[in-house]
């Protein structure tokens, strides 16, 4: 059985790419890769063009791009700004020409490692009912709202029937959801920010999928952002072992508990301010980090 989990898109190409390495064969047909670098931040596109692609992957047809540092726990000032400009700068682009915004915080923020989405929301500038108001002087804003529907065990209602709500009531361009992921490479954790056009499925990376958050249920696009806060440590093992033999029952026990960094509350609280400021400045122009750091 493989036992390997991920919600990263990079981490399934990286994957198949090795698979075809030791076939003797080239790219992956129906996926497209681009890379690129800029100080310490890495930036990879894949774009998955054709059906063939979207099985190979297990991911849909859209593209996914994957903003790479070295680390969340200890960002100084300067690392932060840029990552900041780096995810603003493809979210961005995956959302050019839409105006009116829904963000959708997902996750517990009773839980660190689950609780980046509801962070995110603290600290973005929504505007929404200041453009219903015709308050002045917004001509430089987007019209962004902001939603934290919480988790279906907490609240008993799916988590897309309470967005769908929303999206009916703000009627945005698009969604934008952010959601806590899984890796499988403990390396990436807290280090990999994912963008994709595809949407979300809510507590799919720890098996606990719920309905999507996609174009389909909400009726209108749906941009996915997330950020790695943990693996599965059936993955952590089967990797460190692979080639060996294992034990199938020892694995299936080990299946659903999910490691985190230790340091997963700074980072959580790091990387959902980097979100929000991110979202900021990819909707409202040039406003300064100092005055979002007022604001929120």
Request: include cysteine.
């Amino acid at each position: 059985m493989d036992w390997y989990r991920t919600d990263l898109a990079e981490e399934l190409r990286d994957r198949e790419m090795a698979r075809e390495a030791a076939a003797h064969r080239g790219e992956l047909d129906g996926i497209l890769f681009d890379e690129t670098r800029a100080g310490d931040i890495r930036t990879s596109t894949i774009e998955i063009v054709s059906e063939a692609g979207a099985k190979r992957l297990g991911k849909p047809m859209g593209r996914y791009v994957t903003v790479s540092f070295p680390t969340a726990a200890g960002l100084d000032h300067a690392s932060f700004l840029a990552l900041c400009d780096a995810v603003a700068s493809q979210l961005a682009r995956l959302c050019a020409g839409k105006r009116r915004i829904l963000v959708c915080g997902v996750g517990n923020d009773d839980f660190a490692a689950d609780a980046l989405g509801v962070i995110a929301v603290r600290h973005v500038l929504v505007t929404h009912h200041l453009q219903e108001a015709g308050v002045p002087y917004m001509d430089t804003f987007a019209d962004i709202a902001a939603i934290t529907p919480g988790i279906t065990a907490k609240t008993g209602v799916e988590t897309v029937s309470l967005v769908r709500s929303a999206v009916e009531a703000v009627a945005p361009d698009a969604v934008l959801a952010v959601d806590s992921l899984a890796a499988g490479d403990a390396c990436r954790l807290a280090r990999t920010v994912q963008l994709s056009d595809t949407g979300l499925a809510p507590g799919s990376g720890v098996g606990n999928g719920r309905r999507a958050l996609d174009e389909t249920t909400l009726g209108v696009p749906v941009i996915a952002l997330g950020v790695p806060t943990v693996v599965d440590a059936a993955t952590l093992v089967s990797e460190a072992l692979a080639g060996e033999e294992v034990c199938e029952e020892a694995m299936a026990r080990l299946s659903g508990l999910f490691v985190a960094p230790k340091e997963i509350d700074v980072i959580a609280e790091n990387l959902g301010r980097m979100i929000g400021f991110a979202v900021n400045r990819a909707f409202h122009g040039d406003l300064p980090y100092e005055e979002m750091a007022m604001m929120s």
